[in-house]
């Protein structure tokens, strides 16, 4: 599966953007797909993720500013961010888990493809 992210750049705080990942080599509509980002410095961590029904999982620190969806006839996930802060500034990544079932995991040795980040850079 490649995993294409799109969408970063830089933006003040306060403000908004959209990332999406757009998917080829497999139709991942079955499957749970995740946002996770890394600061410099930092381990790379869980910031949402949707299983196949669209049932979500938010990491606290996000939660009511960001709202990922999915649209599974594009096979592309998208991740919308409001209200966004300084502490937001990262390489943001997307991610497949194959492991199957409804239970969303948060970790990232759960998912099994990436794609190649998009950097989100918010300016205070």
């Known amino acids: 599966v490649q995993l294409q992210a799109s969408g970063g750049g830089l933006v003040q705080a306060g403000g908004s953007l959209r990332l999406s990942c757009a998917a080829s080599?497999?139709?991942?509509?079955?499957?749970?797909m995740g946002w996770f980002r890394q600061a410099p410095g930092k381990e790379r961590e869980f910031v949402a993720a949707?299983?196949?029904?669209?049932?979500?999982s938010y990491a606290d620190s996000v939660k009511g500013r960001f709202t990922i969806s999915r649209d599974n006839a594009k096979n592309t996930l998208y991740l919308q961010m409001n209200s966004l802060k300084p502490e937001d500034t990262a390489v943001y990544y997307c991610?497949?888990?194959?492991?199957?079932?409804?239970?969303?995991?948060?970790?990232?040795?759960?998912?099994?493809?990436w794609g190649q980040g998009t950097q989100v850079t918010v300016s205070s």
């Open positions: 949707i299983n196949w029904y669209s049932s979500t």
């Open positions: 080599g497999r139709f991942l509509s079955t499957y749970v």
């Open positions: 991610a497949v888990s194959f492991r199957g079932g409804s239970n969303i995991p948060l970790i990232p040795l759960e998912y099994n493809d």
